[in-house]
Each structure stands twice: as structure tokens, then as C-alpha cells.
């Protein structure tokens, strides 16, 4: 067979030639398309790129959104939403697989939207945004009033309607979109910039903030369920109340805020009270304290007119005590004479004491008696001393009678071993043992000898003899 022959007919292409090929077959086959599915491993590049999985029970699609059409996407991709993607279908040559350029993005369907905003409810809850410790009284009448809402629709016009009716404040209004890709970031950044208005400065720093806006679909009020929404509600300084919505509605705003209006002129009927209200209790409060003083005046006049009836005339009240003055006056006199007889008398006592006479004998009688007294002192001394002298002798003499220098005067020895013990036995002394004699009048050494003999017997003593006389 030539080799003509053996060569087949297919042509024959590269594989970049066939992954174009492919690439090109699937882009004009599904040049828009809408796929529904579950968002799973999303990942955010650092090039801005977003990348995940569009996923059901049997296959899974890969998705990009790229840098520049993520901005016209409203609804930001979660892990575990369910969503309807709609783009047109390609391939990657570089890894053979083929994915889905995303164009538009929205949720499958509300129950899909209520899940999400339930799992991020619970979330928020749990870090304790919604806590009820964390919301603060509104003021009873702020001199300035910031509300958060778009300038051209009829919110707006509700509130400051109905703040006319019912007690005028200043307002300051901040201009935001209310719904749209750009809504949550500006509500936000309308929050956090209330908050950082220091007092006393150009503009004014609001008492107390609404964040309002009319009634809509779910869709329409997603901008105050975002997250970046709910902490700016949750870490205002200012007192917030949120009015989004009609009365139904309810959006985790609602949650964070300090006080929750059903309606955008709810919020300002919380926000001051009825001016006419408050000048007719202010002017009961005026009759009621007028009516109260003046009774109270009445009853003491009243009482105080009772107590004079009781008391008894003047003339009654000081007639005791004006007869009891007449009566001291007639005695001051002859009180005063007594008096001072009394103290001439003592005076002259006192005088006669202080003559010359009198005083020296005094001294002279307390001269003798000190010296007498001095006398007996010394002499009751010398007896002291003289007594105890003489006890002191006789203790020293019983103390050396007792001392054991007095028995070495009479001849014995004390004799200690070469550990300054005392041997009181001649068994206790070893053959060749250093000993120390102690005399009456000094000390010697001496080494202990063999063992000691027994002791020779004493002479006995010749009996003396009877004189019998001579017989011859």
C-alpha cells in the first residue's frame, strides 16, 4: 500500500485551532442567555474581578463578572443565594471549560431574598446591633432636626407639613438616593456624617435624625437591609428613628434604629409634640399652681385668725410678769446692801491674814518643822543603809561557805578530763588520759597512771596497856 494511501481524509487542526473553533460555536450559540442557580465558592480577585459557581442538583457553571460590569449589577452575589444570571455563555481555551459572562444578576425569587435577609438578621442580632440596651430616648423637643431622604419626592414635604402643624423646628435636610446601587452607600455615609458635625460649629449638629422614604416593593427598599446601612444606624451617636416604608414593610434599619415609625409622618409626629397641647397644659399647670397658692393662703389665714381667738388679750399675757418686776425692783435695793456688807467682811478677813506679823511667825513655825523633818529623814536613811549592809555581809558569807574554792582551801582537788568534764570516779579515769587538777590556787596538768592497787590497809592502833603494877 503507498503512503498516498495510508493517509486519512479528516483534516487535521491544532488544539488552539479547535478551542477557538468550539469558542466560537458556543458564543453564537448562546449569545444571551438567562441561567437560575446557587452562588457557591465566590472569590473576589485583587483585580476586581468576581469569580464563583453557578450550581443545582446536577451540574455547575462557572461565572465571572468583570471589574467593569460588577458597578451595574444592583444585587451584590453571597455564597448560598439563589439567583437568576443573565450573560452569554463562553469558554476558556486555557483550561477547556466553559462559563458564563454575567451581564445582570437578581434573586431567583422573594422567598430566596427573605432567606438572605433572615440569615442576615441573625447575623447583625448576633453581634448585638439590635439590642435593646443600645437604644436611646429621643429628645422631647430637638432644636434641630436631620432628616435622611431624597429631595424630590413627597416624603420630605410630609414631614415638614406635618412639623409645621405641630411645633416648628429648623431642619436640615441631607440629599440621598433612596433606592438603586448607589442608595445604601449614601444613606450611610449621610448617617455617619450627621454624627461627626461637631456642636457649635457652621452648620448645626442635629438633636435627633428620620431616615425616611415612601412605600416600595421588597426590590425598592433592599438599600435599608445592606449591612453598611444597618451599622451606621447602629453606631449613631444622635437619636435615629427610621420611617422606610409603609406601614407593613419592615427592613433591618428598623431593627438598629432607636425608634420605629410605621410612615414618614409618623416619624415626625414622634419627633416634637403639638405645640397647641403643650401651651394649654402649660396653662393649666399656670391655673393649677395659682388655685393651689391661693387656697393655701386662705387656709393659713383661716388657721392663724382660729389662734388669735385662742391666745389671750395683752394686758392678760404681761400682767404676771409686770407685777413679778415690781416686786424684784423693791428688793434690788436691799439685796444690793447685803451684798456688799458681805464683801467688806471677807475683805477684812482677808486683810487681817496678810499683816506682817502673822506672816513671819508662819515662817519661822515652817522653818523648825522642815528641819525637824529633815533630821528624822537622814536618820531613818543611816538606819537603812546600816540594815541592809549588814544583810548583804551575811549573804556573802553563806555564798562562801558554799563555794566549792572553800573546799579546795581545805586540801581536795577538782579534777576534769581533756573535754573539761569532771571526774567524779576513779573508774571513769582511763590509763594515760590528760587530766586537769584544779587547786585553791591554780592548775596543773597531770596524765593518769596504770591501774591502782588495793589500798594498804591503815596501821592499827596499839591498844595501850593496863597498868597492873609490878608484882615483884
Known amino acids: 500500500m503507498s503512503e498516498a494511501a495510508a493517509k486519512p481524509n479528516l483534516p487535521e487542526y491544532s488544539v488552539s485551532e479547535i478551542a477557538n473553533a468550539l469558542k466560537r460555536t458556543v458564543e453564537d450559540s448562546f449569545p444571551f442567555v438567562r441561567v437560575r442557580g446557587e452562588i457557591s465558592g465566590l472569590k473576589l480577585a485583587s483585580s476586581g474581578h468576581t469569580y464563583f459557581d453557578l450550581k443545582d442538583d446536577k451540574a455547575v457553571l462557572n461565572a465571572i463578572i468583570w471589574k467593569q460590569g460588577a458597578r451595574l449589577i444592583k444585587l451584590r452575589p453571597e455564597a448560598g443565594l439563589e439567583v437568576v444570571c443573565t450573560g452569554r455563555i463562553t469558554t476558556y481555551p486555557g483550561s477547556s471549560r466553559y462559563q458564563i459572562i454575567v451581564e445582570q444578576m437578581e434573586l431567583a425569587g422573594a422567598g430566596a431574598l427573605m432567606a438572605m435577609l433572615e440569615e442576615r438578621k441573625k447575623k447583625l442580632a448576633a453581634e448585638g446591633l439590635f439590642a435593646a440596651e443600645r437604644k436611646r430616648p429621643l429628645p422631647f ?49 449621610a448617617i455617619r456624617g450627621f454624627n461627626m458635625l461637631g456642636a457649635g460649629g457652621m452648620v ?13 416593593s421588597i426590590e425598592d427598599l433592599m438599600a435599608f437591609n ?26 433591618l434599619i428598623d431593627f438598629a434604629s432607636d425608634r420605629r415609625a410605621p410612615t414618614p409622618t409618623a416619624a415626625a409626629e414622634m419627633a416634637v409634640p403639638v405645640r397647641a397641647d403643650l401651651l394649654s397644659q402649660t396653662l393649666d399647670f399656670e391655673r393649677r399652681v395659682l388655685n393651689c397658692f391661693t387656697r393655701g393662703i386662705t387656709t393659713r389665714r383661716t388657721h392663724l385668725s382660729q389662734l388669735a381667738r385662742v391666745l389671750p388679750r395683752a394686758d392678760q399675757l404681761f400682767a404676771q410678769p409686770r407685777q413679778r418686776l415690781d416686786v424684784a425692783s423693791d428688793k434690788l435695793g436691799s439685796a444690793l446692801r447685803r451684798n456688799l456688807q458681805e464683801h467688806r467682811r471677807a475683805f477684812a478677813e482677808a486683810a487681817a491674814l496678810l499683816r506682817p506679823r502673822p506672816i513671819r511667825h508662819h515662817i519661822a513655825v515652817c522653818n523648825e518643822r ?10 531613818a536613811q543611816r538606819t ?8 548583804l555581809e551575811n549573804a556573802s558569807r553563806v555564798l562562801e561557805s558554799l563555794s566549792y574554792k572553800g573546799v579546795l582551801e581545805r586540801g581536795f582537788v577538782l579534777v576534769r578530763g581533756a573535754d573539761g568534764s569532771i571526774r567524779r570516779r576513779a573508774e571513769a579515769v582511763k590509763s594515760g588520759e590528760r587530766l586537769s587538777l584544779t587547786f585553791a590556787d591554780g592548775e596543773r596538768e597531770a596524765t593518769a597512771g596504770g591501774v591502782p592497787g588495793p589500798a ?11 597498868n597492873q603494877g609490878d608484882l615483884f
Do not use: C, Y
Not at 142 to 171: K, Y
Not at 370 to 379: A, F, M, N, S, Y
Not at 384 to 391: D, H, M, V
Open 456 to 466: 594498804a590497809p591503815k596501821p592499827r592502833a596499839a591498844k595501850p596497856k593496863a
Open 226 to 251: 445592606e449591612e453598611i446601612v444597618v451599622r451606621a444606624a447602629a453606631e449613631s451617636t444622635i437619636p435615629l428613628i427610621s420611617a422606610v416604608g409603609h406601614e407593613t414593610d419592615t427592613t
Open 370 to 379: 522642815t528641819g525637824v523633818l529633815g533630821d528624822r529623814i537622814e536618820r
Open 204 to 216: 448645626p449638629r442635629p438633636d435627633l435624625l428620620i431616615v425616611a422614604r415612601g412605600g416600595g
Open 141 to 189: 423637643l430637638p432644636d434641630v432636626i436631620g432628616v435622611i431622604t431624597s429631595p424630590t419626592g413627597a416624603v420630605i414635604r410630609d414631614i415638614m407639613h406635618r412639623l409645621n402643624e405641630r411645633f416648628p423646628r429648623r431642619v436640615l435636610l441631607w440629599s440621598v438616593a433612596v433606592q438603586g446601587e448607589r442608595a445604601a452607600a449614601e444613606v450611610a455615609a
Open 384 to 391: 537603812r543603809l546600816a540594815k541592809i549592809r549588814a544583810e
